[in-house]
């Protein structure tokens, strides 16, 4: 789980990749079902995107250890 959490860009593209070979070496899969795919995969892509957005913004903020470090006076 951890990974998952670490990672979600990385398996999302995996999981686009195959599905679009799934898709192209399997041409009698019926449209519906891959429009419905395509569908859920555009819906993942956006929460994918805004998990690493977060990561991205909490990226430069200090950790409280850091806060600490700051508060405490210094000889």
Known sequence: MQFISKHPARIYAVAVAALALVAHYRPELPSALVLG???????VGEAVQRTEDRKTATAGEPTETEHQADAEPTA
Not at 37 to 43: D, E, F, I, M
């Open 37 to 43: 795919l395509v569908a859920a995969v555009l819906g």
